[in-house]
């Protein structure tokens, strides 16, 4: 199954460490978007991006938060210092170009304690 | 405001019975998806439609344009149907992220 692949599925963080969350999208697709489902609220968009490119962060924090897609490797959000109000499910969805359907992945469970 | 409202929030039907849940939103998209998710699971992408009318297997999902209305309709329901469906729209221009509804849970009883 070469769908979108996000790991952990499950991360555990104490308040000001730093948390990387891993999103390799489907093969073929090079559009990445980051998505956060916060505890009883519904998914908000984060950032979306192209390989090598940020094309929109306009739903992230505007500190502590950054995301990269290297021109190798898979997409990586990057939490630092976190506080307990990051917690939530972190989905990564991938599209093969900026009008086509996005593939979600399993999510990351960030808690931290 | 862009804003997308789904109806109703819970929803609990007796299996076999046929599911409708609704979907509004208040200015003009490009596309429009329907997404399905487990507790504690991924999402899955069900449909994506811009207009008309999409079927797979016992679900069938609708959007006027018009209106800006879409409904996701699910037939002969089971138990294993039930989940969270979320409708998320990607508005025109140069917007490419979704913006999502609050879901509608759904249970369907045996």
């Known amino acids: 199954n070469a769908g979108v692949m996000q790991n952990p599925r499950h991360l555990v963080r104490r308040r000001g460490q730093e948390a990387r969350l891993r999103c390799s999208p489907m093969?073929?697709?090079?559009?990445v978007y980051w998505y956060r489902q916060l505890p009883e609220e519904g998914l908000k968009f984060m950032v979306y991006?192209?390989?090598?490119?940020?094309?929109?962060e306009s739903g992230m924090p505007k500190e502590r938060f950054s995301a990269e897609f290297p021109k190798e490797g898979p997409s990586i959000l990057r939490i630092q210092q976190v506080v307990r109000g990051d917690s939530a499910a972190y989905f990564c969805?991938?599209?093969?170009?900026?009008?086509?359907?996005?593939?979600f992945g399993d999510g990351t469970r960030l808690s931290i304690l | 405001k862009n804003e997308v409202e789904q109806s109703p929030q819970n929803l609990t039907a007796q299996e076999g019975e046929f599911i409708t849940i609704n979907c509004s939103y208040s200015v003009g998209i490009s596309a429009l998806h329907w997404l399905q998710q487990h507790p504690g699971g991924g999402i899955v992408s069900l449909f994506m439609?811009?207009?008309g009318k999409k079927k797979h297997g016992r679900l069938i999902a609708t959007i006027n344009i018009q209106e800006k209305h879409s409904s996701l309709h699910i037939t002969a329901s089971h138990p294993r149907d039930s989940a969270v469906y979320i409708c998320a729209v990607r508005y025109g221009g140069s917007a490419r992220q979704l913006t999502f509804g609050s879901g509608t849970q759904l249970t369907v009883l045996p």
């Open positions: 991006l192209q390989k090598e490119n940020i094309i929109d």
């Open positions: 093969k073929g697709h090079s559009h």
């Open positions: 439609l811009s207009s």
């Open positions: 969805a991938s599209s093969k170009g900026a009008n086509q359907p996005q593939h």
